[in-house]
């Protein structure tokens, strides 16, 4: 948009610029100009009252042409190609997998002899959890950064990420790495300056001299880590102030009401945007913007801020997409995309947390009411954004569907949630589940769920009991936690060690920084020598791996499984079975219907339900695209084996 007074100041601006040539500039004023009005319009709103405002809007700018300056020729030319084919990302081709890259292969100069591994399954695209310097202890997971800018020594050096990089565009493999935007740890530059009382640095985050604000703040702010991490703040002895740590007492929250902050921050993802990363996870973005009386989340600034670091990324390095990490209630997750808008303007890709927890209650309660309730209170997404749909992540497993869906499929909440806890924590008569509980909160009753897929499928019971019936029933249920989330719409992300059946590690119980946080019980060191059986015909492994692959080959060629809003949920009788549309705009290939049986016994579905999307019996049979076998249908029904979906081309 053109507005004369945005449009002045960029004139301003630029003249103190020091003048790049024309040529290679060009593509860099274009997309200056298209963004200037927004970035300048939420900039004033939220920077405006100050008097430093129009030499900050200057600095912003001053960092993306800086930045802008330094992108490779190979990556601006991949900006190029990804503006003309603007939906790269939705298309069916993107499977994912997430890993720590210690645990996954030691560090990531092994990564690159394990590329391999990675087209064997036939995944595309590696998110590589955080490899940022921490320090060795207090660090959560990685997530509490000591130098944005460097690579953790244990994980190896910016050198070896170089070269991982340079592997994984020679294969065609997209990168998606962390940068954890709300925070950092007590051990950063920044937090370091602040504790020797640097004012400058001191306003960087929220600190107080006493009680009085942090008070104010924490009658409203829920508590993240309830058990190991209680209250929002933490005395600081070196300043005698209070800082806000909405997470760990060492994670302290940077405070976005200063634009310096700001400006660091797009810097910083400009920096990672430069060494050829593909998609950037923002971190827990729904914490960017705190205010008192209010629970700190999802807060109309933090939308503001992720637009801001989204049209600040558009100029620079467009070619550069964001992932929102907000596992928040459904209604809100979905606002991380942006709202009002067609196109994506705040991150193009969001965890799609409230399919995930939804699946899990379908595994516990063998029902599929408010799975089926919970997707259909969904709003449909913007078209340029999509969904990552995960089973698991490294955290917690948040069941974080709303009471309304709940109710309406004739749970009481509470007691609901409580059942679910006690079915995946094996304290529930009929679970074979083996979880844990985490982040309970003793005021609230409020409690989430740790645990390896396998181990919440109830493979480790099994093979413990050496019980072959419930071996493959575990074995059924991941495949069929896989499939959904291959066909449901988005990119899948399949969490490493899952395709295998990975149990659970208590390893962590035996490291002191790791022990409180029951979280690392489903983050694995993986044994290669066990991940060899997966080419051995009949291992746990390679019956878990082989139907995984399989599925990823296949979704890759249902091009109705890209994600365009094209998926009509079909209402079942049958409340064990769940069942959808993807439908196709182009008559040339054929539509999909997936249907999914989450009872430990067959069930039946008419097939009259599926007469309007087109599904009948060619030649007098039906095929499941999936595993290329002959689906039974009796007395026009088709008959769903215990634990199974189906992709049905229709
Ligand atoms: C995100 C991460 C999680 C971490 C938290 C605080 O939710 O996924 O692992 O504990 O942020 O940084």
Known sequence: ?????????????????????????????????????????????????????????????????????????????????????????????????????????????????????????????????????????????????????????????????????????????????????????????????????DQHYQDYYYMYPDRTVPDMFEASMPEVFPEHAPGSFTYNPETGKWVMTVFNNYQWDLNYSNPAVLIEMVDIILFWANKGVDILRLDAVAFLWKKIGSTSQNEREAHLILQLLKDCCQVTAPGVIFIAEAIVAPLEIIKYFGEDAVNAKECEIAYNATFMALLWDAVATKNTVLLTNGVKDLPEKLDRATWLNYVRCHDDIGLGFSDQAIIASGFDPVSHRRFLVDYYTGQYPDSNARGFAF????????????????????????????????????????????????????????????????????????????????????????????MALRNEPGTVQQRLFSQVKQMIAIRKEISAFADLNNRDLIDMINPHLFAFHRHVQTGMNPSVVVIANFDVHPQRAALHLFKQKGLHKAGGTLVDLCSGQTVQVEDDAIILPKLTAYWLAA
């Open 1 to 197: 948009m053109y507005e004369q007074i945005s449009h002045s100041l960029l004139n301003d601006i630029l003249t103190q610029l020091k003048q790049p040539p024309a040529k290679d500039w060009q593509h860099f004023y274009t997309r200056l100009g298209a963004n200037f009005y927004a970035i300048y319009s939420l900039f004033q709103h939220l920077y405006g009252h100050r008097d430093d405002f129009k030499p900050q809007l200057a600095h912003l700018v001053a960092v993306l042409s800086e930045q802008y300056a330094q992108r490779a020729p190979h990556l601006k030319a991949k900006d190029l190609e990804r503006e003309k084919n603007h939906d790269w990302f939705m298309q069916q081709k993107l499977v994912g997998m997430a890993l720590y890259c210690e645990g996954f292969a030691g560090n990531l100069a092994n990564m690159k002899d394990r590329l391999g591994y990675f087209q064997e399954l036939g995944i595309n695209l590696v998110h590589i959890l955080p490899i940022c310097d921490c320090p060795e202890q207090a660090n959560d997971g990685g997530y509490a950064v000591r130098d944005f800018r460097k690579i953790d020594p244990r994980y190896g050096s910016m050198e070896d990420l170089e070269q991982l990089i340079t592997a994984m565009q020679q294969c065609e493999m997209l990168l998606t790495l962390d940068v954890v935007v709300n925070h950092t740890s007590d051990e950063h530059a920044w937090a370091l300056q602040a504790k020797n009382g």
């Open 439 to 530: 982040g309970v909160n003793r005021k609230t009753g409020d409690a989430r769920i740790s645990g390896a897929l396998a181990s919440l499928a109830g493979l480790e019971t099994a093979l413990a009991n050496d019980d072959q019936p419930a071996v493959d029933n575990a074995i059924l249920t991941i495949v069929l936690l896989h499939n959904l989330i291959m066909s449901f719409g988005g990119i899948p992300l399949i969490y490493y060690g899952d395709s295998v059946g990975t149990l659970n590690n208590d390893g962590y119980l035996q490291d002191s920084s790791k022990m409180h946080d029951n979280r690392w019980v489903h983050r694995p060191t993986l044994d290669w020598d066990m």
